[in-house]
Nanobody, 119 residues
Framework: QVQLVESGGGLVQPGGSLRLSCVAS????????MGWYRQAPGKQRELVVV???????NYADSVKGRFTISRDNAKNTVYLQMNSLKPEDTAVYYC?????????????WGHGTQVTVSS
């Protein structure tokens, strides 16, 4: 099992920035991909971005050019830099990790961190 802990959420004005962090522990050697999901009030959880062990990334169209995923292998940490935030980015953001035999939406999950974008 992989344990994930997110942090970095908060309240920010439109146009502002936040950086989320996800620290992984446990069976980290077995991780194939990590990603960020979000769930807004009254909406279905959606994929924001995923990054594989090889470093390839896939972003949702809604965040391309504004969000950037990165990793620090020495710290077992994945980051999500969020710039030019919009009110529609308001959601609980969840970190996800999955092994190669697990499909999108499967694997391990953190408890989430709240991001609120409001004037």
């Amino acid at each position: 099992q992989v344990q994930l802990v997110e942090s970095g959420g908060g309240l920010v004005q439109p146009g502002g920035s936040l950086r989320l962090s996800c620290v992984a522990s446990g069976s980290i050697f077995s991780i194939y991909a990590m990603g960020w999901y979000r769930q807004a009030p009254g909406k279905q959880r959606e994929l924001v971005v995923v990054i594989t062990n090889r470093g390839s990334t896939n972003y949702a169209d809604s965040v391309k050019g504004r969000f950037t995923i990165s990793r620090d292998n020495a710290k077992n940490t994945v980051y999500l830099q969020m710039n030019s935030l919009k009110p529609e980015d308001t959601a609980v953001y969840y970190c996800n990790a999955r092994k190669i035999d697990e499909i999108l939406g499967g694997g391990s999950w953190g408890h989430g961190t709240q991001v609120t974008v409001s004037s």
